[in-house]
């Protein structure tokens, strides 16, 4: 990820969440200016992520369910934290917003209709 990257968040963006994460995650000695920049687009792709999570938990059960329920009652500590700025309030908003995605792609993988399949919603 280039560090003059700008990205217009209005939808979830994978790609972008997974590079930010990896950058965030893997790299030592991040600038502040850089853990910053990289930050404010967690903070973004998780305010995207947030509602999507808990409007798509409808179609979880058992431990999907619970794990939904318990990531996204994390995700407003996590928010606060990360105002700090801090390594750890940043990679902790990094393996929050990785936890997001991964219910997010669950949730759209059990509502997307199998090939052939005729209705539409969740599966069994």
Do not use: F
Request: with cysteine.
């Amino acid at each position: 990820m280039s560090a003059g990257t700008t990205v217009s968040v209005c939808e979830v963006n994978p790609v972008l969440i997974r590079d930010t994460c990896e950058t965030v995650m893997g790299t030592v000695g991040l600038t502040d200016t850089e853990r910053v920049r990289l930050g404010c687009l967690l903070v973004e792709q998780v305010r995207v992520l947030v509602p999507k999570v808990a409007m798509g938990k409808q179609v979880l059960s058992g431990e999907w369910l619970r794990t939904a329920q318990h990531v996204l009652d994390g995700t407003g500590p996590i928010l606060m934290r990360s105002k700090t700025g801090s390594v750890s309030a940043v990679h902790d908003l990094a393996v929050q917003c990785r936890a997001l995605l991964t219910l997010y792609e669950h949730c759209e993988s059990v509502t997307e209709p199998t090939a052939g399949d005729d209705t539409e919603g969740a599966r069994s």
